[in-house]
């Protein structure tokens, strides 16, 4: 079992795999856990619903169908890839590709993560395939719900500038508010995250965010040290 007890002064390392199931492992080489997802547990999720405007006048607190995010997915990967090298810290992610969704229909979720050592051409790096299953009898044998290849080093994320091609034919269309949550994007309260769309175009928008609080993601703990920020 991985461990769930909090770090008070630095934080809990690897939330998303607190209470995991090791079902196999080879040091260095393999690792697969088993991990059960609870909304109770991290609560953040709740925000991941398809659905989050009022649903019901009765009762306020009704949602959606709630869904595991992939970056919410790709964190619990990132978590068992550091297990699996430790000492190591998420640098790129690579071959990333999500398969189809999972839903929380009685507020949680059973999924299986498989991590293994291969083979990379830049040295400075250690690759982690990962895939992320469900816990259905007939799982592995069809295609992941996720699976990526997660680069690790001593020095953590390249710190490359990102330069975006420009919009084209971009039009300003100044949105705030409603106009983003829930008129055009889904996320409940705690992960509107899009504060003003700037510019609109057929390949994209301009947009300033903002970085949610970690501090109630994660019921035992309220300093999560999350891999990826999901």
């Known amino acids: 079992i991985i461990s769930d007890k909090r770090r008070l002064d630095f934080g809990a390392d690897f939330p998303m795999l607190a209470s995991a199931e090791i079902l196999d492992e080879q040091p260095g080489v393999l690792l697969e856990i088993s991990?059960?997802?609870?909304?109770?547990d991290y609560p953040f999720l709740r925000d991941y619903a398809l659905g989050t405007t009022q649903l019901s006048f009765s009762n306020p607190n009704l949602r959606g169908l709630t869904i595991l995010s992939l970056i919410s997915g790709l964190e619990m990967m990132s978590e068992a890839a550091r297990k699996l090298v430790p000492r190591r810290r998420v640098a790129q992610v690579d071959n990333l590709r999500a398969q189809r969704w999972i839903s929380f229909e009685r507020g949680s979720v059973r999924v299986i993560i498989r991590a293994e050592r291969i083979a990379w051409p830049?040295?400075?790096?250690?690759?982690?395939?990962?895939?992320?299953?469900?816990d259905s009898p007939n799982s592995?044998?069809?295609w992941p719900i996720i699976e990526a290849t997660v680069l690790l080093s001593a020095a953590g994320t390249l710190h490359q500038p990102i330069q975006p091609p420009p919009l084209t034919n971009p039009r300003p269309v100044n949105w705030s508010g409603q106009e983003i949550y829930p008129e055009?994007?889904?996320h409940g309260p705690g992960l509107r995250i899009v504060r003003h769309v700037d510019l609109w175009s057929e390949e994209g928008i301009d947009f300033e965010i903002e970085v949610p609080s970690r501090s109630?993601?994660?019921?035992?703990?309220?300093i999560p040290l999350f891999s990826i920020w999901p």
Not at 35 to 40: A, E, G, I, R, S
Not at 122 to 134: G, T
Request: charged share 30%; glycine share 0%.
């Open 216 to 222: 109630e993601a994660v019921r035992y703990t309220r």
């Open 184 to 186: 055009r994007l889904f």
């Open 140 to 142: 592995a044998y069809t």
């Open 35 to 40: 991990k059960t997802v609870t909304l109770d």
């Open 122 to 134: 830049d040295a400075q790096f250690a690759a982690v395939k990962v895939q992320l299953r469900d």
